[in-house]
């Protein structure tokens, strides 16, 4: 692991921030509802993996591109997940924007606005060699698909 500024990692930040920006002025009704009885131990992990996730795709160098190599398809699929991440986005702001949308699922990926950036986050954990980020998106994926599966099977 070798610190130094990730420009991948704010690449992907973005792809995960814009996005959810506009969710702020297009969130489904009820949603807050659902908010008041998350699971608060979800809610910590949750917390936890987005503070982390957020400093350590930015702090450690090993995330940029680097000569091909079959570590390369790690990078690949991960950005593929992104990619999908924001496809789902343009689904679910084109839809209704109802509860069900907000937690459909996409290509058979279940919660796919909580799973896949989880899942993306593991994959470039994996391409940069780096075990901390790598925990930060375990940490992300049990507090923010746990609360979306919550949340669907609340709705349901």
Known sequence: MHFGFSYVGLIFLVMLMVPNLLWTKC?????????????????AFERIGEALVTVLVLIFRDFNLSPLSPWSLWLAGSFL????????????FR???????????????????????ALACLLLAVYGKNPLLFAAGVFLGIGHIGIHLGHRKEMQ
Do not use: C, H
């Not at 997940?81 to 679910?92: F, G, I, K, P, S």
């Not at 924007?97 to 950036?117: E, K, N, Q, W």
């Open 27 to 43: 969130q489904p009704e009820g949603y807050k509802d659902y908010v008041n009885r998350e699971n608060k131990i979800l809610l």
């Open 81 to 92: 997940l992104m990619v999908l991440y924001e496809v789902w986005w343009v689904r679910y």
């Open 95 to 117: 839809s209704k924007r109802t509860m069900a949308d907000f937690y459909s699922g996409i290509l058979g990926i279940p919660v796919a606005g909580a799973s896949l950036p």
